[in-house]
């Protein structure tokens, strides 16, 4: 009876969730894609192929369970991170093929491991100069041809840029270079 209710309460919570998704105006999709009880204080929306990161604080991780617009990331050639958002979670925009554009505002310190993984149309990104951490894996197996890292990039963890066939131009705007863990490009 226990696991009953259990599951129950598990799949109401999962069609609250799939509700959310066709909330908003004119057949805009958000999510709550903050951090625990801070949820609601970052906000994603999917609108007519761009999807928008806004709101103040951190994102949630993905390891394990995977992004809520992961099904439709195919319909994504645009990502933006507005102000105010501060970490880019893990595993957040991985395995996008048609992504070609990625802005990051100012206020994100921290892009976590895998965020932009295997994102195989996405050609140049500016890490801006907020950013003081590229996790694990960040951009591995994208399509980058160029990068600029911004000023005040502290680590880069290994992986970050692997197996970027394409990557010919990396631009560090900081005079003091970023520690760099292994692998960084391949």
């Given amino acids: 009876m226990k696991m009953a209710f259990a599951f129950a309460k598990r799949m109401a919570a999962a069609a609250a969730v799939a509700v959310m998704c066709w909330a908003g105006a004119a057949g805009a999709q958000t999510w709550e894609v903050g951090v625990g009880a801070d949820s609601a204080n970052v906000i994603a929306t999917l609108s007519a192929g761009t999807l928008t990161v806004s709101g103040t604080g951190a994102m949630r991780d993905y390891e394990g369970i995977g992004p809520p617009w992961g099904l439709i990331r195919n319909q994504i050639n645009t990502i933006i991170i507005e102000d105010g958002v501060t970490i880019i979670g893990s595993l957040a925009f991985p395995d996008f093929a048609n992504l070609t554009s990625v ?42 041809t160029s990068v600029i890292i911004g000023d005040s990039v502290k680590w880069i963890a290994n992986y970050a840029f692997y197996f970027c066939k394409n990557l010919t131009s990396v631009t560090v705007l900081s005079t003091v270079p970023p520690h760099l863990y292994g692998n960084m490009v391949c």
């Fill in 103 to 144: 802005t990051i505002a100012n206020s994100v310190t921290m892009i976590n491991l895998r965020a932009f993984m295997a994102s195989s149309a996405l050609t140049s990104v500016i890490i801006p100069n907020s950013v003081e951490f590229i996790g694990l894996g960040a951009f591995q197996n994208s399509g980058l």
